[in-house]
């Protein structure tokens, strides 16, 4: 990612707040709709990235420990509990402060970048909604994705150009990937689009 760190971060501000702004005047059904994320619905996604909001350093550590120093495992759990959270709360999550300067350990700018892009598509996506992200945000986890050639998310890009239907963004070469910037995002992320593209793992 060549913009520097407040840039980064601005965008990461501006993802969370169009997704709680696309949230707070869609229909009340929007939150129990299907994510990209397999088995969790739009407020799990919710739940799970406004984590930071609600979690102190000692509370994330001793839930990494209950659940064996597992992540995904640790994730999930809290997904599935602070899903039920009134909406209301789950809003005021995407909108603080906190969680737009939260970085994850190790990621710095970057991985909060990535993660409140991927995430807020694997919402608009099967919403068949635009983008909450700005254009110039996902097109920098794009090139983020890209220039580790698919392997954050063990995405085998050998033999394959991708090419983004609204903007001028292309890479690689071979068989032909079109779509628009946000499911190209999505698809190198590891997630099956809905109308059933998925990209090859390694």
């Known amino acids: ?10 965008w990461v501000a501006g993802t969370y707040d169009g997704l709680a702004g696309l949230l707070d005047t869609g229909p009340a059904e929007t939150w ?5 994320c397999a088995g969790w619905q739009v407020r799990h996604v919710v739940a799970h990235v406004t984590m930071p909001v609600r ?13 064996g120093g597992d992540f995904t495992r640790f994730s999930d759990a809290v997904a599935a509990r602070d899903a039920a959270l009134p909406t209301a709360e789950l809003l ?18 970057p991985g909060a ?14 919403l068949g909604r635009p983008a909450a992200a700005p254009a110039d945000a996902v097109v920098a986890v794009l090139d983020r994705l890209t ?5 954050i998310f063990g995405i085998d890009l050998a033999g394959v150009r991708l090419e983004a239907e609204d903007t001028a963004w292309s890479r690689g070469d071979g068989d032909v990937v079109r779509a628009d910037s946000g499911r ?10 809905p109308d059933g593209r998925v990209l090859r793992r390694r």
């Open 1 to 10: 990612m060549s913009s520097d760190a407040s840039d980064l971060q601005s």
């Open 32 to 36: 129990d709709a299907p994510s990209l």
């Open 55 to 67: 979690l102190s350093a000692e509370q994330f550590g001793a839930g990494m420990a209950a659940a």
């Open 92 to 109: 005021a999550g995407l909108r603080s402060p906190v969680l737009h300067g939260w970085q994850p350990p190790g990621g710095g700018a």
């Open 113 to 126: 970048l990535s993660h409140a892009v991927i995430h807020s598509l694997d919402v608009t996506v099967p």
């Open 147 to 151: 220039a580790a050639d698919g392997a």
């Open 184 to 193: 190209l995002v999505a698809l190198l992320s590891g997630r099956t689009l």
